[in-house]
DNA sequence: AATGAATGAGAATTCATTCAT
DNA sequence: CATGAATGAATTCTCATTCAT
């Protein structure tokens, strides 16, 4: 199976992130000088220095530093603060989202799928703590972010899930009387908290991670499966 | 089941609340004057405008006006901004710890204690929508805040439905193979993840919320049972 | 010679002991009890706090604790903080004036006047570091008062010693080419100076600047006298 | 004799004051754009507010003003108003010791060299009344600055003109039964307290301050020579 | 495009003073 | 007279954003 871990943070396969605004004449590809755009390397600055001390305790001179860059530059690239919070969710979620649509079409069992779900979810976190403390911790910051931007696209990844649920009480492999879209709910939260408290307490090894959602996979899959028992 | 939702924001059983400076050493029994006393009404303030507008975008003006008292009054009863949301947080988390333990010890089956914790989690957010966005969700605002007062609290509440689970583990009625502090942490997320979806899309109905809870506990003790199948 | 030290701020012994809630309604007369009466204990209270932290550092409410008497009571007895300062100065310095005045009408030739002079203001200082700190420093604090109120009452005192002077002139003993007011600024300034150093050097023993005074005394008379080598 | 006034607050010889934080790396001479640089403007629209309002009286926003900045623009240069206060005296005290440390190595009988120090001590003041009563009157506002800032630079300053007594008394001109750095203090406050006089009455005529720095001058270097009469 | 000095609106917090008890 | 909780005006400082270079 091919896409381990397509979201890591730092490879060099950056280039579909489509540069905004700059780029102006010169065709200034990304292997031009081997080194990530601009534009990547201040969203990278920024999962860093947003993990770290949060949305809102990071000052924008602090990713500019971070990133390499003057301050006026940030504004190059990004409308405002907020939009470089957004931009991070984005870029990394709608990636996650594609991957996620194309590996449930590669068929497979319902819980090979389920845990492949899991994985990637998980996959997106492991070894990259920062963007995991971002993602869930971070993004929570802005009730008004979280609502405008992000719940579109976290509904739209819910979706992919609850489908999977549906796909599978169709094929009459899960319990019928589960709301998929509650079960999805579910499953992101019971993995974000394990995910937050791993990041939270240090991110340590990340054998660990891997073990705990294994148990949570296990434990949803018990728990959603039609079995003889309770028909 | 006894005593249904012990965290109403506004019942009389708050004399436990110390009050910090004020409280003149006369008895003055909350209902006093009429008002509860200004540290909770404050307090209350605050829940309602932190779920609006979050913690980072609330003026402490805004707080004070909501609580009908002047900016400085706020300074009398906390230590500043921050000290307000690790208040409410305190306030009400370690009563549903109290709770939680207190419901515990009254015996039952497994599964009896394991849908009263998940009662009692959401009894905590139903009706309350404000109370849990601002646990929920902008406690997360301050990573500072969140490792340095909550994770203590947070940790101690976990442990409590962790050590259900254990207890579930040594009486042969849970999978041995399972981790109770992940679970714990997992079905925390559940719920958390439940109720931020319900609270974000506006509260609604509080019978949805019952039912989602009620399915997530069915998933959740169909995926611990241990049971002949897999023995 | 009479004398001795008039000004002692706090002889009654002044342990700060909050004495209760200060005599309600019995007929408090000053001598009724012995003790200071309010007033006098905020004035001393307030000698003390404002010469350890400064005039604006100094909180009302610390100068209230201190005198131990509820924050409301200074307003019954002083307009408000500056009149505190204010009062400070008015009440030690026009003692000092009366003092002076009467031990200059006292005669003795003009080395001994003047040294006595010197004796006198030093008095005021030794032994009561926290007076000498608010009156040479604090009382600086703030321009207006200083122009407003300290300067009437200051340039009275010095119109005593530039009386000295001018006797001493008409008397043949003193330099007829030097400016009477000018040398009892000169004077202010030089015996101000050592028990700045003096007062901010941490107090020391008293017997150092009772040697600083006798030095400046006797620069100012040997540069004073009207001797035969300059006629 | 050399360089009259040197501390005139505007000539150009500031290039030691290195400025904070701005100042682009490029050689920038002061009269790169016309004005002054910016650190220095401050400074001095802070010495003139100061000086007729008062350390504490005087908002940062009025300093700003003055200086024809954004009140942010203070705290480019300054790391708040303290630094403001503290560095005014750095600035220009320094350099007094500086030149007087210059002066007396000139050579010269010891009442040249006396009379010279006290030339230069007012020689600061004179036509800079408002410096003058920064120095003078606001250091004092605060024990905290005065005591941790401005006493190690005015030690030093003392230690300047001690030097000068001492060597005074080596060389035979000076009474030896005085101590040094009695006299320096001494000197000090009798020309700060001409000085303070003179500041507050109006500044007026500078002609005033010579002459009663002048009678100030006569005075104790009568009263400290060593002659005939009292060996 | 890139820079970073300058801006200035905005916010938390303090504290002298008041006044109902 | 005395109290001290409450007030709210006032002030420092921060920091996202702009724009001349």
Redesign the interface.
């Known amino acids: 199976m091919p896409n381990e871990r397509p979201f890591s943070a730092g490879d060099e396969g950056e280039e579909d992130a489509a540069p905004a605004r700059p780029t102006k004449s010169k065709a200034k590809r990304a292997s031009d000088r081997g080194g990530p755009d601009k534009r990547e390397r201040i969203l990278r600055a920024a999962i860093r220095v947003f993990a770290r001390?949060?949305f809102?305790?990071t000052r924008v001179s602090e990713i500019a530093k971070a990133a390499g860059v003057a301050d006026g530059t940030i504004y190059l690239y990004f409308k405002n603060k907020d939009d470089v919070l957004v931009s991070i969710f984005e870029d990394r979620i709608s990636k996650l989202i594609k991957v996620l649509r194309s590996e449930l079409e590669q068929g497979g069992t319902f819980d090979e799928k389920f845990r492949r779900v899991i994985e990637l979810q998980l996959g997106l976190l492991e070894g990259q703590r920062d963007l995991a403390?971002v993602v869930t911790?971070n993004l929570?910051?802005?009730?008004?972010l979280?609502?405008q931007y992000a719940?579109p696209l976290f509904t739209e990844y819910l979706e992919v899930i609850a489908g999977l649920v549906a796909q599978g009480q169709r094929e009459g492999v899960v319990r019928p009387?589960?709301?998929p879209r509650?079960?999805a709910?579910?499953?992101?939260?019971?993995?974000?908290?394990?995910a937050?408290?791993w990041a939270?307490g240090g991110g340590g090894e990340s054998g660990q991670l891997h073990?705990?959602a294994s148990?949570?996979a296990?434990?949803?899959?018990?728990?959603?499966?039609r079995?003889a028992?309770?028909a």
Chains 1, 2, 3, 4 share one sequence.
Request: hydrophobic content about 45%; glycine content about 8%; overall charge positive.
């Open positions: 001390k949060g809102y305790a403390e911790v929570r910051q802005s009730s008004r979280l609502k719940t009387d589960l709301n509650i079960l709910r579910a499953l992101w939260g019971a993995l974000d908290g394990v937050v408290t939270l073990r705990a148990q949570v296990s434990v949803f899959l018990e728990g959603v499966r079995n028992d309770r």
